[in-house]
């Protein structure tokens, strides 16, 4: 079946520092990859996406490349900053068919401190 | 763009009660999901919509819980009776056209308490 697993949370980092968030999948076929993002009280939006093998996503500073021999799409930025508290999730659209649905990891909650 | 418009932001009621969550997705976009988040289960999807129609209702939790989508600008998700264990925040999303742009575009969730 899909499924996505994203390391486990929460990542606590000073500020500037460099991030790594790890998500692996398994899926048949060549899903397309996404990061999401949730801010405090607020719904997921959604950060960069990837939609075939060695695609780089990038927004905000953080970047994503698809990786299908290592099936992963490990989330990274060089500096964080205090504003990139948030929760992360990754998630894959299997493509099979018109009708896809997302397939979301558990999320990895982050904390940057000044 | 307004973008996704939940209401209400926030619902507080008692075991028993019925409660109806309102979604109103982005304009021209045919699909629309709700899901519910909890610390314990994390992101949920309970139910999705395309051009109104119900196309994986799989994870409703059970019949307490129903789903309508009258018009392609409005969705209810119901619940009762509702309990407790109901408590959690419950998203709406969009997304324009299945297989094409797989992008879904998320409202700022109903955040409901059952005491």
């Known amino acids: 079946g899909n499924s996505v697993t994203q390391m486990e949370g929460p990542v606590t980092l000073s500020e500037e520092a460099f991030l790594t968030i790890n998500c692996t999948y398994t899926?048949?076929?060549?899903?397309?990859l996404f990061w999401y993002v949730q801010y405090p009280g607020e719904g997921l939006q959604l950060l960069l996406k990837?939609?075939?093998?060695?695609d780089k996503g990038s927004n905000k500073g953080f970047e994503a490349t698809y990786r299908k021999e290592t099936t992963s799409f490990h989330l990274e930025k060089g500096s964080v900053q205090v504003s990139d508290s948030a929760v992360y999730f990754c998630?894959?659209?299997?493509?099979?068919?018109?009708?896809?649905?997302?397939?979301f990891g558990a999320g990895t909650r982050l904390a940057v401190h000044p | 763009d307004a973008g996704v418009i939940q209401s209400p932001r926030h619902e507080v009621t008692e075991m028993g009660q019925e409660v109806t969550l309102r979604c109103k997705p982005i304009?021209?976009?045919?699909?629309l999901f709700w899901y519910r988040q909890t610390m314990m289960r994390g992101l949920e999807l309970l139910i999705y919509?395309?051009?109104?129609?119900?196309?994986?209702d799989s994870g409703m939790p059970e019949d307490r819980f129903s789903a309508k989508m009258p018009n392609a600008s409005f969705s209810t998700l119901k619940i009762q009776p509702s309990e407790p264990r109901d408590s959690a925040v419950y998203f709406c999303?969009?997304?324009?056209?299945?297989?094409?742009?797989?992008?879904?575009?998320f409202g700022p969730g109903t955040r409901l308490l059952v005491l």
């Open positions: 990837a939609t075939k093998a060695d």
């Open positions: 998630a894959l659209s299997p493509l099979s068919g018109g009708y896809n649905k997302l397939i």
């Open positions: 304009s021209g976009h045919n699909s």
């Open positions: 899926a048949t076929g060549y899903p397309s």
């Open positions: 919509f395309n051009n109104n129609v119900p196309i994986d």
């Open positions: 999303a969009s997304r324009q056209n299945p297989g094409a742009e797989q992008t879904q575009y």
